[in-house]
């Protein structure tokens, strides 16, 4: 089709952008990404998402979308003939939400978290925390992809987009802190999930190099340093 979907209201280094941009990928679906300043925020992100005025905001015909996860729900729901992103059965599709939120709400903050801890102490606290936090996924992982290479299965799934979306930043942040976040001795089931989600095609044209995300991080930490001046 000529005709676009819909619009996607995002930022490339964003990964709740990137999450949105996974699921209209394994959909096919056409889409309009419009990209977001976030020191100026746009008129149209300011309508349509008011509670939050965050990216990524969804807007299919004239109905806007908040919430990455929220998101991609919507899509599965509206598109049923492409690959289906949740799992089928309900006891999956609920532990795939539970893992999405627990991904959401405690682990990634951790990843935020270590750019701006003070002191050594802090530091390894924070990836301590990080480390446990990723046992729990590798559990997690084994128990939803029941010995299959993703979290969905044979297919790229829920979890696959949720937790994929973050490579990028994982790999990011590994340049630039020296750790290596996923070890074949602690976490073997994700560092071969992470190799073949990076490597797949519906995937790995979406996700933003690391090395790009790395230079914007340098670059706005030292305008804030600037700033604070
Ligand atoms: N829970 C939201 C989701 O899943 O969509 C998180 C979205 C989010 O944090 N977006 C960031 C944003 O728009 C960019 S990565 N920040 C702008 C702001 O906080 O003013």
Redesign the pocket.
Known sequence: TTTSDGKLLG?W?????T?VQLALKLKSIEYELIQ?N?QN?SELLLQTNPV?????VFIHGDKPI????I?IQYIDDTWTNGPSILPSDPYDRAMARFWAAYI?DKWFPLLKELGGAQGDEARASIVEKIFEGLVLLEEAFVKCSKGKALFGGDNVGYLDIALGCFLGWIKATEIMTGIKWLDETKTPGLVGWAERISSDSSIKDVLPEAQKLVELYTMSAGLEKGASN
């Open positions: 930022l280094a964003s990964p709740y952008t999450r977001e976030l925020k939050h005025k965050k990216v990524p908040c919430e990455s996860l998101i959401d």
